[in-house]
């Protein structure tokens, strides 16, 4: 399976199906990428993005797949701790400790909770973690689901920041961890390379610092 982070939260999954999550960079479109599936953590803006107008089979929590199956867009709802499979892919909803809103349709659209997500193609797992806080049941996502790959945030200020990814990144104990949602704008500055000498001097866990549009090959 390969792995492009196209910057921000949005990341695609390449495999059997195209799956693409929190379909949202700054200042462009991911559109080009025609996903199969699209998976939307929460509702905020830098994580719908364009989950509407692309109009993909999305997956997404209870709340937001009812606002988007009444925008026409065709949907599978889950919830937290629930396992859907669709064309073969598997979806995990986790907990994030985080807030939510579907922010473009105004205020009041609280749309659920926030999520993340391990998603299971072509026998390998990717947590993708959302908008989060450090929480210590990340142990549990790593004793239940034991992802290949976690995608972290590190930006700070809306997210957990570098010192509490490096704990996540030990709770989880992925083999590989790619640091997310950071360097965006200058309100989530963040320095992946400090996240990736200290997981990398104190661990086993390799730490994989992307660019935007880069892409990963993960193997089984
Ligand atoms: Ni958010
Ligand atoms: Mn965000």
Redesign the pocket.
């Known amino acids: 399976m390969q792995l492009t982070w196209l910057g921000h939260s949005c990341v695609l999954l390449s495999g059997t199906k195209k799956v693409l999550i929190d379909p949202f960079i700054e200042g462009g479109s991911v559109a080009a990428t025609s996903p199969d599936i699209v998976a939307v953590t929460?509702g905020?803006s830098?994580?719908m993005g364009e989950t509407v107008s692309m109009g993909r089979k999305t997956i997404a929590i209870t709340e937001i797949a009812k606002y988007l199956k009444a925008k026409g867009v065709p949907v599978e709802s889950m919830n937290i701790g629930g396992t859907l499979v669709v064309d073969g892919v598997s979806f995990t909803m986790t907990q994030a400790v985080?807030s939510?809103a579907i922010e473009e349709a105004g205020p009041g659209f609280t749309g659920g909770v926030?999520a993340g997500f391990v998603i299971g193609m072509d026998g390998v797992k990717v947590y993708h973690a959302g908008?989060t806080a450090l929480f210590s049941d990340m142990k549990l996502i790593g004793e239940l689901y034991h992802p290949d790959v976690a995608l972290l945030p590190i930006g700070g200020r809306?997210t957990m920041g570098v010192a509490e990814a490096m704990i996540a990144a030990n709770f989880i104990g992925a083999g590989t961890v790619i640091p997310i949602h950071y360097n965006t704008w200058d309100r989530i500055a963040a320095d992946p390379l400090v996240l990736k000498k200290a997981v990398e001097r104190t661990t086993d866990l390799k730490v994989q610092v992307m660019q935007p549009g880069e892409t990963f090959e993960i193997l089984p």
């Open positions: 929460h905020h830098d994580h985080h939510t926030p908008d809306y």
